[in-house]
C-alpha cells in the first residue's frame, strides 16, 4: 500500500473552512504586514508556550541569527552547537560574526548534553545553541548550570513538553520554525523567537525592522524579517490543534514500540523528564542502506536527514575542519527517519514495522 514519510494534509482536512475565513479576513483587511494578526499570535504562541513573549520573524533561520544578536553574540565570541542538526542551527551564527564551535551529542537521544557542552566551552563562549532535536527536549537547564545562556532551537519541537515546561520557555530565549512540513507549519515560511526577557524581546522586534524600534530612526544595521498577516492568521486557526496532533505523534511512536520495532532498530529516546511530539521518527540501524533499499522498495517513506553532519559540509569547513565527534559520526552512519505523522494510523505502523522486520 505505501506510506508517506509525512502527511501534512489529511490533520488541515477539518480546517479547511476556518483557514480559508481567516485568509479571506486578512485579504479584505487591507493590513498585510505587522498588523493585528501577528500581534494575536504573537500573545497566543508566548502563552502557549509559558513565555512571556514570543516576536514573528520570517524564517526559522533568521529567528536564530536575530536572538543570537539579541543575546548579545557578535565578533570575537564563540556560540557552541550540535553537528548533528539542521544545517540552519550553525549556518545562523557566521551572519553575527561569530564563530560556530561544533560540540557531540547523546547517541540515545540525539541531543546535546551537559557533558558534550561543556567540552566545547572555552572563555569566548557566548552562547548555546540546544537543538531540540526530531522533537526531543534537551536539557536546557542542566546546561545553563553551566554558567552560559541557552539558545533553544525549537524548530522541530513545537508541541513537545518536559518536566520543566514547553520549549520556547526553557531557555534564555528560543526559536521557532513554521516551514510548512513541521509541527506547526503554516503555508509559506515563518519563524519566531520567543523569551521571558523583555529587553531580549524588544531588541529582537527592533533587528527584525531594519534595527529601528521607530521606523524613524535605525541604530543598527538589523533584517527585513517579519512574520507576515496572512500566515499569522492561518497559524491562530492551527494552533489551538497543536496538542492534539503532539498526541497524535506520540501514538504513533508508541504504535512503533507495541509493534516491536525495537527488537529490530535503535528507537529514539526521550530525554528525561521529556515527552517528545516527535517531528520525526528516526531510528537506528548498523546497516541503513538496506534498510533504506527495502522501505524504497515498498513504497514507504524513509530519509537519512543529516548522512553527513553539519560541521563536515563544505561551507562549515573553517570551523569544522579538525573537529572529531564520534556519536554524531555514528548516528549520521546509522540513522534514518521513517514515517510519523498526528495520522499516522497503527496499521500503517505495522505495514512499516513488517517491512523492517523483512529486511533485518
Ligand atoms: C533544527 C532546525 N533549525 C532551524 C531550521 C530552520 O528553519 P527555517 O527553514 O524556517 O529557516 C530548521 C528547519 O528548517 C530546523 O529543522
Not at 59 to 81: K, S
Not at 259 to 279: I, R, S
Request: aromatic share 6%.
Amino acid at each position: 500500500m505505501g506510506v508517506p514519510l509525512f502527511d501534512t494534509r489529511s490533520p488541515l482536512e477539518p480546517l479547511r473552512e476556518e483557514l480559508h475565513a481567516a485568509a479571506l479576513r486578512v485579504l479584505d483587511s487591507g493590513s498585510y504586514i505587522l498588523g493585528p494578526e501577528v500581534a494575536a499570535f504573537e500573545e497566543e504562541l508566548a502563552a502557549y508556550c509559558g513565555a512571556a513573549q514570543a516576536v514573528g520573524v520570517a524564517n526559522g533561520t533568521e529567528a536564530l541569527t536575530i536572538a543570537l544578536r539579541a543575546m548579545g553574540v557578535g565578533p570575537g565570541d564563540e556560540v557552541v552547537v550540535p553537528s548533528f542538526t539542521f544545517y540552519a542551527s550553525a549556518e545562523a551564527i557566521p551572519p553575527t560574526g561569530a564563530t560556530p564551535v561544533f560540540c557531540d551529542i547523546d547517541p540515545a537521544t540525539y541531543c546535546v548534553t551537559p557533558e558534550t557542552v561543556r567540552a566545547a566551552l572555552t572563555p569566548r563562549t557566548k552562547a548555546v545553541i540546544a537543538v531540540h532535536l526530531f522533537g526531543n527536549v534537551a536539557p536546557v537547564a542542566e546546561i545553563e548550570a553551566l554558567g552560559v545562556p541557552v539558545l533553544e532551537d525549537a524548530a522541530q519541537a513545537a508541541g513537545s513538553r518536559s518536566a520543566a515546561g514547553r520549549p520556547g520557555a526553557l531557555g534564555t530565549a528560543a526559536t521557532f520554525s513554521f516551514f510548512p512540513s513541521k509541527n506547526l507549519g503554516c503555508f509559506g515560511d515563518g519563524g519566531a523567537v520567543t523569551t521571558s526577557d523583555a529587553a531580549l524581546a524588544e531588541r529582537v522586534r527592533t533587528l527584525r525592522f531594519h534595527g529601528s524600534h521607530d521606523k524613524v530612526t535605525y541604530e543598527q544595521v538589523g533584517y527585513n524579517s517579519r512574520l507576515d498577516e496572512l500566515q499569522a492568521a492561518l497559524l491562530r486557526v492551527l494552533l489551538p490543534h497543536l496538542d492534539g496532533w503532539a498526541g497524535g505523534r506520540r501514538a504513533a511512536g508508541a504504535h512503533y514500540e507495541q509493534a516491536g520495532l525495537g527488537e529490530l532498530a535503535t528507537l529514539p529516546v526521550p530525554v528525561p523528564g521529556a515527552e517528545p511530539a516527535w517531528h520525526l521518527y528516526v531510528i537506528g540501524h548498523p546497516d541503513a542502506a538496506r534498510l533504506e533499499a527495502a522501505l524504497a522498495a515498498a513504497g514507504i517513506g524513509h530519509k537519512p536527514y543529516y548522512r553527513t553532519p553539519v560541521h563536515r559540509q563544505p561551507a562549515m569547513r573553517p570551523w569544522g575542519a579538525n573537529v572529531e565527534l564520534p556519536a554524531t559520526e555514528h548516528a549520521a552512519a546509522t540513522h534514518l527517519a521513517i514515517p510519523m505523522s498526528p495520522v499516522l494510523t497503527r496499521a500503517q505502523v505495522e505495514e512499516v514495522v513488517g517491512v523492517v522486520r523483512g529486511a533485518s
